[in-house]
């Protein structure tokens, strides 16, 4: 238990608002932050990275992929695991493409330090912007109980995630994803 949640059970009720005010705050004090990082980063690895990080540090929820339309193409961004079938059939439906060999997986280890077991696409929650053309999506392992402003923050990290990959996709003259590609195929 948090030093702050004890020191807000032992509070008057009238408190508890100023509490949760004070750590919205703080909140979007790290959001600011991590947009300006992100609108630095050049590589599309360290765009989602830095992403990642920064919806840990907010809302505890741990990035599993990251996938953005790229022609007719889907480049994926994810965990080891992410080309398990499950999440490949999840990633298909979402995108509506057909076949693995529409999807190009790059495998990064986001947060090292946490081996998901039995994940299933069910455990997942996900954020999705722009229309089917230029669909971008995160697909995340939720952490503790979410604030009401959590979703907002999830989108406007997807929304700033997106754009970078995008602009670097454009500049780059929309070449696959790069990274830790696996060497035998996961699909």
């Not at 790290?30 to 990082?37: D, K, M, N, S, Y």
Request: with cysteine; hydrophobic share 35%.
């Amino acid at each position: 238990m948090t030093a702050m949640r004890k020191l807000s059970r032992r509070m008057p009720p009238a408190v508890s608002p100023l509490i949760r005010l004070d750590k919205k705050i703080a909140d979007n004090e790290t959001l600011t932050r991590f947009i300006v990082a992100l609108s630095r980063e050049t590589v599309p690895a360290e765009i989602i990275k830095h992403s990642a990080a920064c919806l840990k540090e907010i809302i505890n929820h741990r990035l599993f992929a990251f996938a953005i339309r790229n022609g007719n193409r889907v480049d994926i961004w994810g965990k080891p695991g992410t080309g398990n079938k499950p999440f490949r059939e999840l990633l298909l439906n979402d995108f509506n493409v057909t076949g693995a060999a529409s999807l190009n997986l790059a495998v990064h280890s986001f947060h090292p330090d946490r081996q998901e077991s039995r994940l299933t696409p069910r455990n997942l929650i996900s954020h999705e912007t722009g229309g089917q053309e230029n669909l971008s999506k995160i697909y995340m392992i939720p952490g503790h109980k979410r604030s009401g402003y959590h979703g907002d923050i999830a989108n406007i990290v997807l929304q700033s995630c997106s754009q970078a990959v995008s602009r670097h996709m454009n500049v780059t003259n929309k070449q696959p994803c790069k990274g830790n590609v696996t060497a035998a195929s996961p699909w």
